[in-house]
């Protein structure tokens, strides 16, 4: 069994800053838990509005607090965000992320990322084997 606690996992390095400044993100579940998904605490600071495009990974976003909007550029669809609000990149949906308020995300990602993972030139996590490829 895994127990950990979101408030001791913020002061570790399981915490991540955005070096954008749009976010953190506190990784309670990475890969080397062998659970085949991660799992972040993420809060989008107010304000923020960036583009995102998983295309190594599919994410699930379920908004514990705060307002804002997901846009899919593919179509320029945009889906209002709140308080138990829940959308799901399935097809790698390439879009922006805007937050009218702070939000608390819950995120859950497949496959699962290491821990230190912030977005690329194209807003995507690298892949494991990517990672290691570029050092």
């Known amino acids: 069994m895994i127990v950990r606690n979101l408030q001791d996992a913020e002061k570790s390095s399981r915490r991540v800053e ?8 506190v990784r309670l ?15 989008i600071y107010e304000g923020a509005d960036f583009q995102m495009h ?14 804002g909007e997901v846009e ?14 829940i959308y799901i990149l399935d097809k790698n949906d390439k ?21 230190n993972e912030v977005h690329n030139a194209a807003g995507a996590y690298e892949l494991e084997s990517e990672e290691v490829s570029k050092a």
């Open 29 to 43: 579940l990475l890969k080397d838990d062998n659970m085949g998904f991660s799992f972040h605490i993420t809060t």
């Open 54 to 67: 998983y295309q190594n990974h599919l994410e699930s976003v379920y908004c514990i607090s705060g307002e």
């Open 18 to 25: 955005d070096p954008g400044g749009n976010w953190n993100s």
């Open 72 to 85: 899919t550029l593919q179509d320029g669809k945009k889906y209002p965000i709140k308080s138990g609000s």
């Open 95 to 115: 879009h922006i992320l805007r937050a009218f308020k702070e939000m608390k995300m819950a995120c859950v990602f497949n496959p699962p990322v290491t821990g």
